[in-house]
């Protein structure tokens, strides 16, 4: 065993129980504990105090301390009902894990609740929680509006972290951020930073940021006041809630842009880490550089081979020269056959042009009328004579066809009688061919069926045995257990009485074959 264990590191009773603290803490860093306050005694004579948070089934130890316990509005009650707000951690002296308590409220808040549901219902109809009403936030503004309170640790540590991360310009509307009046001064600030005209004395913030530390359901009612939530829905400048704790939310984490867990949080997410900017474009543009240097390179290597590869610019013009000289041949060529074409066409036109003139024309019309004068009376014979052997040929045509088509009828008409004796005929016949196979189908059933009857197996000899209900008895067995048989024959049924003893079945005897006997003589018998 002590073998086993020689790896295995060495704590301290005091470094395990700081170890355990650190891990509980870590993991529960704010917790809200709802259960029944236990053993309370009120505050101890050091101001602090001691009791406990229970349920059906667990209890916790609970601490409040001296200087959060005179700042609580309520106080607890022996077997009061409450919610406590706080971080777990661990008293090392007892070896206990206990809850320090910051905040406690009665559980018993369910007006406030019923009343924050109903509001939160009216303002999600008409719309002011939709996702599509939100706004994106800039990646880096120049001038970032906080509405706090300037009094509180919470404004402080926004400043901090924006310092840290990337400074930038920062306007603070101050307001109070719990009481009476408080909601009306917050609604004012966020119209007010809207209302900042761009380019003014003023500058205009690019992103706004309302934050309120943590507290109780009272404290920060405020933020779910109609006027804020309206006041945040009519924002043009993107708006980041950062109300409370990562528990807490109110109806202004609904209508922002961007809800944020913490004030320490929404810092974070309205600018960027300038270090790791700077970082990430001094790596960019290294990788650039490099970049451009390998493409120079790359470059410089893809011409040297495209230059390699070139042929020679003479070679590359002697083909190209050889054929601009035959195209200038042909086209000298071309000029010369087109010259002779031209001049030709030019005499032909000059001679059509000469036939054309008005004294040519007119007496080639004379010569043509005269012509057709003297041409008319024959015309109009030769027209008179081939309508009348038009005539005359239609004529023989229509009695030729109307004999055609008598005679075609006559024909159409004995073919019809002809084909309907046959109709006729066939239609008599149809009945008893039709019904011929049927009747051989039904023949051949009646076979099959009476083959498979089984009366023809009891006109064998053999006897079906039922037992008094009429059902068929398959065994020995069941024939024994029935009261009375009944067995049918082939002409008949008699009633029967199972016997009491059991007869060994008899072997059926077969007929023998006879053997040949020998005959006489010294030759082979017969095998038969």
Same mark, same amino acid.
């Given at each position: 065993?002590?073998?086993?264990?020689?790896?295995?590191?060495?704590?301290?009773?005091?470094?395990?129980?700081?170890a355990?603290?650190r891990?509980?803490?870590d993991?529960?860093?704010?917790?809200r504990?709802?259960?029944?306050?236990?053993?309370?005694?009120?505050?101890?004579?050091s101001?602090?105090?001691?009791?406990?948070?229970?349920?059906?089934?667990?209890?916790?130890?609970?601490?409040?301390?001296?200087?959060?316990?005179?700042?609580?509005?309520?106080?607890?009650?022996?077997?009061?009902?409450?919610?406590?707000?706080?971080?777990?951690t661990?008293?090392?002296?007892?070896?206990?894990?206990?809850?320090?308590?910051?905040?406690i409220e009665?559980?018993?808040?369910?007006?406030?609740?019923?009343?924050?549901?109903?509001?939160?219902?009216?303002?999600?109809?008409?719309?002011?929680?939709?996702?599509?009403?939100?706004?994106?936030?800039?990646?880096?503004p120049?001038?970032?509006?906080?509405?706090?309170?300037?009094?509180?640790?919470?404004?402080?540590d926004?400043?901090?972290?924006?310092?840290?991360?990337?400074?930038?310009?920062?306007?603070?509307?101050?307001?109070?951020v719990?009481?009476?009046?408080?909601?009306?001064?917050?609604?004012?600030?966020?119209?007010?930073?809207?209302?900042?005209?761009?380019?003014?004395?003023?500058?205009?913030?690019?992103?706004?940021?309302?934050a309120?530390?943590?507290?109780?359901?009272?404290?920060?009612?405020?933020?779910?006041?109609?006027?804020?939530?309206?006041?945040?829905?009519?924002?043009?400048?993107?708006?980041?809630?950062?109300?409370?704790?990562?528990?807490?939310?109110?109806l202004l984490?609904?209508?922002?842009?961007?809800?944020?867990?913490t004030?320490?949080?929404?810092?974070?997410?309205?600018v960027?880490?300038?270090?790791?900017?700077l970082?990430?474009?001094?790596?960019?543009?290294?990788?650039?550089?490099g970049?451009?240097l390998?493409?120079r390179?790359?470059?410089?290597?893809?011409?040297?081979? /495209? =230059?390699? +590869? *070139?042929?020679?610019?003479?070679? $590359?013009?002697?083909?190209?020269?050889?054929?601009? #000289?035959? @195209?200038?041949l042909?086209?000298?060529?071309?000029?010369?056959?087109?010259?002779?074409?031209?001049?030709?066409?030019?005499?032909?036109?000059?001679?059509?042009?000469?036939?054309?003139?008005?004294?040519?024309?007119?007496?080639?019309q004379?010569?043509?009328?005269?012509g057709?004068?003297?041409?008319?009376?024959?015309?109009?014979a030769?027209?008179?004579?081939r309508?009348?052997?038009?005539?005359?040929?239609?004529?023989?045509?229509?009695?030729?066809?109307?004999?055609?088509?008598?005679?075609?009828?006559?024909?159409?008409?004995?073919?019809?009688?002809?084909?309907?004796?046959?109709?006729?005929?066939?239609?008599?016949?149809?009945?008893?061919?039709?019904?011929?196979?049927?009747?051989?189908k039904?023949?051949?059933?009646?076979q /099959? =069926?009476? +083959? *498979?009857?089984?009366?023809?197996? $009891?006109?064998?000899?053999?006897?079906?045995?039922? #037992?008094? @209900?009429?059902?068929?008895?398959?065994?020995?067995?069941?024939?024994?257990?029935?009261?009375?048989?009944?067995?049918?024959?082939?002409?008949?049924?008699?009633?029967?009485?199972?016997?009491?003893?059991?007869?060994?079945?008899?072997?059926?005897?077969?007929?023998?074959?006879?053997?040949?006997k020998?005959t006489?003589?010294?030759?082979q018998?017969?095998?038969?």
């Amino acid at each position: 065993m002590t073998d086993l264990l020689t790896n295995a590191p060495e704590y301290t009773v005091s470094d395990l129980a700081g170890a355990l603290k650190r891990t509980i803490e870590d993991a529960f860093g704010q917790v809200r504990l709802r259960g029944e306050i236990s053993g309370y005694r009120g505050p101890h004579s050091s101001g602090h105090v001691y009791f406990s948070i229970k349920d059906q089934n667990a209890k916790i130890d609970a601490v409040i301390w001296k200087g959060v316990f005179g700042k609580l509005k309520f106080r607890p009650e022996e077997g009061l009902e409450v919610i406590a707000t706080g971080r777990i951690t661990t008293f090392p002296g007892k070896s206990t894990y206990q809850i320090v308590v910051e905040a406690i409220e009665p559980a018993g808040v369910g007006a406030l609740m019923a009343l924050l549901e109903e509001r939160r219902r009216k303002l999600a109809a008409e719309g002011l929680f939709e996702a599509a009403r939100k706004q994106l936030l800039p990646f880096l503004p120049e001038v970032i509006g906080i509405v706090t309170s300037p009094t509180g640790a919470v404004i402080r540590d926004m400043i901090h972290r924006l310092s840290d991360r990337f400074p930038r310009e920062v306007l603070i509307w101050p307001v109070r951020v719990q009481g009476d009046g408080s909601a009306e001064e917050v609604a004012a600030a966020i119209r007010g930073f809207n209302s900042i005209e761009p380019g003014g004395s003023i500058p205009r913030p690019d992103v706004l940021i309302v934050a309120r530390g943590g507290g109780s359901l009272e404290d920060l009612w405020s933020f779910n006041e109609e006027i804020v939530v309206r006041a945040a829905a009519m924002s043009e400048i993107p708006l980041v809630s950062a109300i409370g704790h990562e528990t807490d939310w109110t109806l202004l984490d609904q209508v922002a842009d961007v809800r944020a867990p913490t004030p320490t949080a929404a810092a974070e997410m309205v600018v960027p880490v300038r270090a790791d900017l700077l970082h990430a474009v001094r790596d960019r543009g290294g990788r650039l550089a490099g970049q451009v240097l390998r493409l120079r390179d790359r470059a410089k290597r893809d011409l040297a081979g /495209l =230059l390699r +590869a *070139l042929p020679d610019a003479q070679r $590359l013009i002697e083909t190209p020269r050889q054929r601009l #000289d035959l @195209a200038i041949l042909k086209r000298d060529r071309a000029r010369e056959t087109m010259a002779g074409k031209r001049q030709l066409a030019l005499s032909t036109l000059a001679r059509r042009l000469s036939a054309q003139k008005p004294e040519a024309r007119l007496a080639r019309q004379r010569e043509r009328l005269d012509g057709l004068t003297r041409r008319l009376p024959e015309v109009f014979a030769r027209k008179h004579q081939r309508l009348d052997d038009r005539r005359l040929q239609l004529s023989e045509r229509l009695v030729r066809a109307l004999a055609s088509r008598i005679g075609q009828a006559r024909k159409d008409a004995v073919q019809g009688k002809t084909r309907l004796e046959t109709l006729a005929l066939r239609l008599k016949r149809a009945p008893g061919m039709a019904l011929r196979p049927k009747r051989e189908k039904l023949a051949r059933a009646e076979q /099959l =069926l009476d +083959a *498979l009857s089984y009366q023809k197996v $009891l006109a064998r000899g053999f006897a079906v045995v039922f #037992d008094e @209900a009429g059902k068929a008895v398959p065994s020995r067995q069941r024939a024994s257990e029935a009261k009375r048989l009944i067995l049918e024959f082939a002409d008949g049924r008699i009633g029967a009485l199972p016997g009491e003893g059991e007869e060994p079945a008899r072997p059926v005897s077969r007929p023998t074959r006879p053997v040949a006997k020998p005959t006489g003589g010294g030759g082979q018998g017969s095998l038969f």
